[in-house]
């Protein structure tokens, strides 16, 4: 009577069925690498969205605020070279004052979104690191 551990019928179809099992997870590990990568991607993508966005915002409050700005200087240099009544000194200031705040606030929207599009935070940290660095990072 042979043992069965001794018939290589029993070895050769446990080999395959670790091979297969091998298989199976390696597929599985691929799947979900590849879902984590996709997600990872879609959240890059939004805040690549959200940088343009604020970009775009600083461009558009930085043209408006100049152009207050501008308008606030030729009333200023109109006030110097004529005689202008007192109303008219209190539409400048504000002027100066309302230019000055939007281009203070699209400066912050255009810094912002320029940091937001530095490599560091586009650049995908969880997919491809070594399963200790995800770990500690998650």
């Known amino acids: 009577m042979t043992d069965a ?20 997870d390696l597929a599985g590990l691929f ?5 984590l990568l ?5 959240d890059r993508i ?9 970009i ?12 207050v700005l501008a308008n606030a200087v030729v ?6 070279f004529s005689d202008v009544d007192a109303t008219h000194d209190a539409i ?15 400066v912050v929207a255009l ?3 320029i940091e937001d599009l530095q490599p560091s935070v586009i650049v995908p940290a969880r997919t491809g690191a070594p399963v200790p660095q995800r770990k500690t990072a998650a």
């Open 5 to 24: 551990s001794q018939d290589p019928k029993t070895h050769t179809g446990s080999s395959q069925l670790v091979a297969s099992q091998l298989l199976s």
């Open 31 to 35: 799947r979900a690498e590849g879902t």
């Open 38 to 42: 996709r997600a990872e991607f879609d």
């Open 46 to 54: 939004t805040q690549l969205q959200a940088a343009i966005a604020k």
């Open 56 to 67: 775009a915002v600083g461009i558009i409050v930085c043209i408006v605020g100049f152009s």
């Open 75 to 80: 009333i200023a240099v109109a006030e110097i």
């Open 92 to 106: 400048g200031w504000a002027s100066l004052v309302v230019g000055v705040l939007l281009g203070l606030i699209g």
């Open 111 to 113: 810094k912002t979104g």
